[in-house]
Structure formats: structure tokens, C-alpha cells
């Protein structure tokens, strides 16, 4: 029971980065990497594509209760791939292109046969997220103030 | 009265094409792509972002290319456009503390974690006009540095001591309201005001905020820190029974720490202003920060001697749209309204005149 409990745990884990992650795949990203799959399944569209708005909400002084912030625009998806998994993709912005990859790459995911070509996909745009959130991060660190003390002048 | 009368279409569909005409300028240069006005004029895109209420840089920029420039135009039309749209839900809450931080400056302490992070400011820039901006000359590429430790939050450093209020919290059990699906009521809680000053106008806020300073309300302000980045935003899918992300938006975030003698409930401590803004603005963050503050009046038992600390003055007035809507409504025909006032103060001026004619001849007309 905790084993299977513990599993179940690391699949959503697995599944909720994957979808992460395909929410912020590019269109070229996905497109290639379909291109790239072979047999593919047939796609039956199940709600969507459609776009929308969220909103967002913040916390009160930060980490307080929360409040309305402000929507933003939401796209999603969902499909049923031939083989019978249903796969839901939603991201930022108005690409609805974009979402519906999103949701067949998270489809193609729960597939066996397809699994590692998905993941071959998240690990390449994790890798490029990386390196862009790397790269921000060098660029913020370089605007660092390094404070010195003056020497006070006796009298 | 209203009457109904026609006439004007052609008048009408002549000025917008004159409009369209204007916009678009000497064709002899290139027309302004919605790419370039997102990655140049930045942020003039995030304030209408901010203060239309929706996170959309490409339909911020269209809204700003489209409105020739006029802010508050663009921040109307696209507050216009969400309106077409369905909401699907509510975000998890953003959590500004896992923030991946492109700039984070604190006036409280100098040596903190993660330091002070000056990031893309304009801060001791010399605001002189830069004349090789008119070229198209090369930029440098920016300067990289091995990151140092993660940055802390200035709230929970004073926390440890005591001295500081907690992060806000509202009654037990309690939903947090939404300007879009209600009326406006007063009293407002926090949660709605906060909601309404990070949709309120740059300028009023900022206004408010600088007449608390003068003297209007006095709250002994200091930058406790302001933050700018990239926070995730999630989204509960029902369909799973778990959240997923959506993708990240930049906020800028500002925590203003308010000295406070104590009350009879509370005793001295620093008390906070909460401001969270879309987009990349300091200046609407601190702003609302400290308007935030400012109306906490009711929780502190401070008297409401400015204009800073009526909630219903303050949130009534700070959304652009609904102001520029009521003023410029002004300018549209008012002829019938205007008759039945000339009307009236023709009538006045002849009982006027007739009085004090009435007065050199005796009392006789005065009595009518």
C-alpha cells in the first residue's frame, strides 16, 4: 500500500514537471519533436483549444492569505490519442498551438512506447531553461554592490 | 432627457481613418512591430499590463501601438478585451519568496543575504539625454558574475526579532473578494484593496503616496526591500486533483517597513505596506505600498485625517479607466442637457434683473 502510495506519488511528481516544462516549450521545440515520433497515434481533441484568463492571486505581505493580483491569459487543451490516453496541456499566453502539443506531448507521456521520446523533449527544454535562468542569474549577480568601509581621517 | 438623432456616420468613419492615417505616421519609415515595442518600449507595455489587469506582453504591446502611445488608451482597450474572454479559475497563490530575483535593493539593511542587487535601474543614471541613443550604435552585452547565496527576505529577518508585524492575515474563513465579480462595498477589506491599488493608476498611487510623505498621513516609511522577477504561476487542474504550471510572469514587489508607536491593542513595533505589481515597476510598487499602509487605519486605531487614509476617496478614484471614462464622457453631446441649463439661467438672469430693476422702483416685484 505505502509502495504503491509512494509510486503514485513519483508519477503526479513526474507528470507535474513534465507539464511544467511543456508549458514552456517553445513551437518549434514541440513541433520538431513530433516530427521526430514515429507511428504516431491519431489526436481527437477532447476540450479545446481555447484560451482564456486565470487569475492570479498574491499573498498579503508576501506570505499572508491571499488576494486578486491581476488575470492573465491562459491556453489549454486537452486530446485523446487513439492508444486511449487523454492529456491536458495549459500555459501562458494566447498560443494555442502551443497548448495542444502541450497536451499531446502530456498524452504521449503516460504511453510506454512513447515515454522516452517525451522525456528526451523535457530534458531538452529543461536544459535551455537552465541555461537561460543561468544566465539571468550571472547577469543580476554581476550588479551586486560590494560595500567598503572609508578609512576615517584622523582629525 | 435623451433624445435620439442620427447623423455623423460618415463624419465618424472619416476620423478613424484619419486616426488610422495618424497612427501609422510617414510612410516612409518602417511601421513599429508589436516585437519591437515588447522588447524596447518594455515597460510602457508592463504598466498597461499592470493597470488593465491582465498579464499579456503581446497584447499590451498591440494595446500600446494601437492607442498611438496613450497609456491610459491602452490600458482601456485591453482591459476591454478580457472581458471577451472565459476564466477558467484562480491561481495557486504566487510565492514571491521563491522568486527568481533580477533586481532586490533593501533601504533597511545594507549587508543582508543576497545582498543588494541593483539589476537593469535607472537608479544613478545621470537623466541626461543620451544622445548616441538616436543611432542604432552597438550595445555592450552585460557583465556576468558567479551568483552568490540566495536572497532572503528582509520581512523574516525582522521577524526574528519580534519588532515586525507577521505577513497579513485575514478573519478566519475568510474568501478573497474579487473587484470583477462584485460591486465595490465600503469598508473594504485588505485583500480587495489590494487587489484595486495594483490595478489603480501609476500616477494617483504615486500622488497618494508622496502626500503621505509631506505630511498627509504620516506613516515613517523605509524600503524594507523591493524585489523584481520571475514568481511560477499554478493552476489546481480538477481533471487531476493536483496543481501544474503555467508558466512564469515578472513582478515587482515591495515591502515597506512603517515605524509604529503602538496602541492600546498592539505594542511598538515596525508595522507593514504590501505592493505587488505586474511587470517590471518600482515606482507603483512602492507607491502602493505605501497607500496600502496608509489605509490600515482601522487595524491600528489611527484617526483618518487625510486623503491617503479614506479608503473610499482612495479606491474610488485610483482605476484610470473608469476616470478617464467619466471625465472624457464629458466631451461627448450634451446639447438637450445643455439647452434646459441655458434655458435656466436665462430665466434666472431675467428674474435677476427684473429684481433689481424691481428694486430702484420700489419692494412691489421683490415679493414674487
Redesign the interface.
Known amino acids: 500500500m505505502d509502495a504503491a502510495k509512494t509510486s503514485d506519488d513519483e508519477s503526479v511528481a513526474q507528470r507535474r514537471e513534465g507539464m511544467r516544462l511543456l508549458a514552456r516549450a517553445t513551437l518549434g521545440e514541440l513541433s520538431t519533436a513530433w516530427d521526430a515520433i514515429a507511428d504516431k497515434p491519431e489526436v481527437a481533441p477532447v476540450r479545446g483549444p481555447e484560451t482564456g484568463l486565470v487569475m492570479v492571486r498574491g499573498k498579503i505581505g508576501g506570505g499572508g492569505d491571499a488576494f486578486n493580483l491581476g488575470e492573465a491569459t491562459v491556453s489549454r487543451a486537452t486530446v485523446r490519442l487513439s492508444t486511449g490516453e487523454v492529456g491536458h496541456g495549459q500555459l501562458l499566453g494566447t498560443d494555442k498551438a502551443r497548448a495542444r502539443f502541450a497536451a499531446i506531448f502530456d498524452a504521449l507521456f503516460q504511453n510506454g512506447a512513447h515515454r522516452a521520446s517525451v522525456e528526451a523533449l523535457h530534458e531538452q527544454v529543461a536544459a535551455r531553461l537552465d541555461a537561460e535562468d543561468r544566465r539571468k542569474a550571472e547577469e543580476t549577480a554581476a550588479t551586486r554592490v560590494d560595500f567598503f568601509t572609508m578609512v576615517r581621517g584622523e582629525d | 432627457m435623451y433624445v435620439a438623432v442620427k447623423g455623423g456616420e460618415t463624419a465618424i468613419a472619416n476620423a478613424h481613418r484619419l486616426l488610422a492615417d495618424r497612427r501609422r505616421g510617414d510612410r516612409s519609415l518602417p511601421a513599429i512591430t508589436i516585437e519591437q515595442v515588447v522588447e524596447q518600449l518594455g515597460l510602457a507595455v508592463d504598466r498597461v ?2 493597470e488593465a ?4 506582453r ?2 499590451a504591446a498591440l494595446a500600446v501601438r494601437q492607442a498611438r502611445g496613450d497609456m491610459i488608451e491602452a490600458i482601456f482597450i485591453l482591459r476591454a478585451y ?1 472581458t471577451t ?13 521563491r522568486m ?4 532586490r535593493v533593501s533601504a533597511t539593511y ?2 543582508l543575504p543576497g ?7 535607472f537608479d544613478y543614471t545621470h537623466r541626461l539625454l543620451d544622445p548616441s541613443l538616436i543611432g542604432e550604435e552597438a550595445v555592450d552585452e ?7 547565496e540566495p536572497v532572503m ?1 528582509v ?1 523574516d529577518i525582522l521577524d526574528g526579532e519580534g519588532l515586525i508585524e ?5 478573519p478566519e474563513g ?1 474568501v ?5 465579480r462584485e460591486p465595490m462595498e465600503f469598508p473594504m477589506a ?3 484593496r ?2 484595486a491599488l ?2 489603480g493608476d501609476e500616477g494617483f498611487l504615486l500622488a497618494l503616496a508622496y502626500s503621505t510623505q509631506r505630511g498627509y498621513g504620516r506613516t515613517h516609511p523605509f524600503v524594507g526591500e523591493v524585489r523584481i522577477g520571475e514568481v ?2 499554478e ?1 489546481e ?1 480538477p ?2 486533483g ?8 515578472r ?1 515587482t ?1 515591495c ?1 515597506m517597513v512603517n515605524q509604529f508607536k503602538g496602541s492600546a491593542k498592539q505594542p511598538p513595533q515596525f508595522t ?1 505596506g ?1 505592493g ?1 505589481v ?1 511587470g517590471q515597476s518600482e515606482r507603483k510598487a512602492m507607491s502602493m505600498s505605501l497607500v496600502d499602509r496608509a489605509l490600515r487605519t482601522d487595524e491600528f486605531d489611527e484617526d483618518i485625517v487625510a486623503p491617503a487614509e479614506d479608503q473610499e476617496f482612495v479606491i474610488s478614484h485610483a482605476d484610470n479607466v473608469q476616470a478617464t471614462g467619466f471625465v472624457e464622457h464629458l466631451k461627448l453631446p450634451h446639447y438637450v442637457d445643455f439647452q434646459a441649463e441655458l434655458d435656466l439661467v436665462r430665466r434666472m438672469r431675467r428674474e435677476h434683473d427684473a429684481a433689481r430693476a424691481g428694486g430702484k422702483d420700489g419692494m412691489k416685484e421683490a415679493a414674487e
Open positions: 499590463m499592470a489587469s491582465l498579464y499579456d503581446a497584447l478580457r474572454l472565459p476564466r477558467f479559475g484562480y491561481s495557486e497563490p504566487v510565492d514571491t519568496a527568481k530575483v533580477e533586481r545594507k549587508d545582498g543588494q542587487l541593483l539589476g537593469p535601474t552585460p557583465t556576468l558574475k558567479e551568483p552568490g527576505r520581512s507577521g505577513d497579513g492575515q485575514m475568510h478573497a473578494g474579487d473587484l470583477t485588505r485583500d480587495l489590494l487587489q495594483a490595478r511560477e504561476v493552476l487542474l481533471e487531476l493536483f496543481a501544474v504550471s503555467l508558466g512564469a510572469i513582478v514587489e515591502q507593514r504590501y505587488l505586474f
